[in-house]
């Protein structure tokens, strides 16, 4: 079985691959946010900085390479067992999108980015499980988002000049999943909804959810 969890900055991704790892007896394949060089400079950089070092495209490069990694292992890995990936490949394009709307990729930065993603992704097509089984997002308002971020307290995810990036990823995020993800079915998780970190009730719910859905792929 191998599950990604996507959505949002902040809305409790890896708390839901945690609880669901622990769930189904499997292994969480976590994004690499806690030892990337390059996410705090990322995040305080100035403008003059992000322009002469390229970080983002360095970022997302990083994101790219480490996320083909955790697919390759988490497929192999969930053909006999369960597999919960952290944000998956699937996402990182939007994430790029962003970064070269924003002016922070050039048009042959973003242009090279696009290529490897697809040689990537040709890649993954020969791999013993091709897709996940199911696709778990995190929906949530705004304000939840920035509640759940500062909650968090990493120190460079909270700087005032963010909020307008986080502001543009939240307002497009819903349109990646109808328009782009097609590589399994999706659940979305109301974060407004469920609060799975403080409240046991509504981490069990969200539980059987989950389990609801899988069943109801497994019996297609």
Do not use: C
């Not at 970022?59 to 952290?86: C, H, M, P």
Request: aromatic share 12%; net charge negative.
């Amino acid at each position: 079985m191998l599950v990604v969890v996507g959505g949002m900055i902040g809305l409790g991704k890896t708390t839901l691959a945690e609880i669901l790892a622990d769930e189904f007896k499997g292994k969480v394949y976590y994004e690499q946010v806690d030892d990337n060089p390059i996410l705090p400079l990322y995040y305080t950089a100035t403008a003059e900085e992000i322009k002469a070092n390229r970080y983002p495209f360095l970022l997302q490069l990083f994101f790219l390479n480490s996320r083909f990694e955790t697919l390759k292992q988490a497929a192999l890995n969930g053909v006999t067992n369960a597999s919960i990936i952290d944000r998956s490949i699937y996402e990182d394009w939007y994430f790029a999108k962003i970064n070269y709307e924003l002016g922070r990729m050039s048009d042959l930065e973003f242009s090279i980015y696009k290529k490897l993603l697809d040689n990537m992704m040709e890649e993954i097509d020969s791999l013993p499980k091709k897709a996940p089984d199911l696709m778990v997002y995190l929906d949530g308002s705004f304000d939840t988002v920035i509640d759940r971020i500062k909650r968090r307290g990493r120190e460079y995810e909270l700087e005032e000049d963010l909020v307008d990036y986080y502001k543009l990823l939240h307002s497009g995020y819903g349109d990646w999943l109808k328009k782009f993800y097609n590589a399994s079915e999706v659940l979305v998780i109301n974060t407004d909804l469920y609060n799975i970190v403080d409240n046991p009730l509504d981490k069990q719910k969200v539980i059987n959810l989950i389990k609801e859905k899988l069943n109801e792929i497994n019996k297609k």
